[in-house]
């Protein structure tokens, strides 16, 4: 059986996920935004600031009565920042006023409240100030209808500040592909129990749904099959009724026990090898009208077929900008298995990017080490330090 290229299985999950990127934005609550894409420009339906108003705590004049200074004015109220009647200024008069309250009109200038002296209903103005000083003219931060922020923008505690002081409410996001995880194999157990001899802790299911999360997915279940295929069906079908995608570790490949590829096969899921390494076995399906990706149980093979099929359809359907890869140089000469396309485990350091393990896809802790996968083409059997190579961040 021939191989499929790398390239060839990404256009195909492409294809297989393509209605991901159609669906309609979601409208939500402001407070629910945070990490979320917007789906369409967001403009400011007031001014800002809403009103005139005083930049400091003093005392609101008319800039032409304080040229000559010192001078005494009398003090006609206090205005504090909060809901409050209109107030009208009389020249040669002053206004005791705070941060942020509204300006009476007539008023031009504030005097702050270091630069005054009180007694006896009157302030004494130590030093003039011109026409507009530490006045806050409305729309002098944004004029009503001024973008605010443009589509694709993913939203962070600044964003939210802005869209909540222009009184927003709700904001329209890409809606976040929801993900189903179901790990097969009878061999895995939950972390913390206690292991009986052939027993394994289950890694793939918290791994793969950390990775769909932490690349703007929802996930709405993670589950557990032993090597029984009613088991797995009935987790898949109830996976399907509330997933856009769902995800599969093991049972993909060519012994016995295969339960992901026994249960699916007969429902015209496709199941073969990727000239890749670790990954090779893939395989994938649709299942009551929803994608199934079904990658290899070992650790590693499974994250990192997560990350060359999975993630670029994900992020891209989140609305999330493509992680592309770096060019960098080798730390060290390194060699390749020839016709398998290698993604190596490695860190960047100062004198080039370092492998930190072998091919092996059960060495799980080495893909916790490293930062990149080093992308190492088919045809490449060794490499020398220094030669520039992809390297895929993680």
Do not use: C
């Not at 800039?63 to 920042?81: H, K, N, T, Y």
């Amino acid at each position: 059986m021939t191989a499929r290229s790398v390239e060839d299985h990404r256009r195909h999950v492409a294809a297989l996920l393509a209605a991901l990127q159609s669906r309609s934005a979601e409208d939500i609550p402001l407070g629910d935004g945070l990490g979320r894409v917007l789906a369409s420009d967001v403009h400011s339906p007031v001014d800002l600031p809403l009103f005139r108003n005083s930049q400091m705590d003093g005392y609101a004049v008319d800039a032409a009565s304080i040229r000559a200074v010192p001078v005494a004015l009398p003090v006609r109220g206090v205005i504090a920042a909060g809901p409050v009647d209109p107030v009208t200024h009389t020249p040669g008069t002053a206004y005791r006023i705070m941060t942020g309250a509204p300006i009476p009109d007539g008023a031009d200038a504030i005097v702050p409240v270091e630069d005054t002296e009180t007694a006896d209903g009157e302030v004494r103005i130590n030093r003039a100030r011109s026409v507009g000083e530490f006045v806050r003219e409305r729309g002098s931060d944004v004029k009503a209808g001024t973008l605010l922020l443009p589509a694709g923008a993913i939203l962070a505690a600044r964003h939210i500040a802005v869209l909540a002081a222009v009184g927003l409410q709700r904001v329209p996001v890409r809606p976040r592909p929801r993900i189903a995880v179901i790990t097969t194999g009878a061999e895995l157990v939950d972390a913390g129990s206690t292991l009986r001899p052939g027993e394994i802790f289950d890694s793939n299911g918290i791994a793969l749904a950390s990775s769909a999360r932490a690349n703007g997915a929802e996930v709405v279940s993670i589950s557990r099959s032993g090597d029984d295929p009613a088991e797995f069906r009935a987790l898949l079908t109830e996976a399907t009724t509330t997933a856009d995608l769902v995800l599969t570790s093991g049972g993909v490949s060519m012994g016995d026990f295969e339960v992901v590829k026994d249960t699916l096969t007969s429902l015209g899921a496709e199941f073969g090898h990727v000239a890749m390494q670790p990954g090779g076995p893939q395989g994938t399906a649709v299942v009551d009208g929803v994608p199934v990706l079904n990658f290899p149980g070992n650790p590693v093979s499974a994250l990192v077929s997560f990350e060359i099929f999975a993630r670029p359809e994900i992020r891209r359907a989140a609305g999330l900008p493509p992680i592309e890869p770096d060019e960098l140089p080798l730390a060290a000469a390194i060699t390749s298995i020839p016709g398998k396309r290698q993604f190596l485990r490695a860190r960047s350091t100062t004198a080039g990017v370092e492998l930190v393990s072998g091919p092996g896809s059960h060495l799980v802790a080495a893909m916790a080490w490293a930062d990149v996968l080093v992308d190492v083409p088919a045809d490449v059997t060794a490499l020398d330090a220094g030669d520039l190579v992809k390297a895929i961040p993680l």
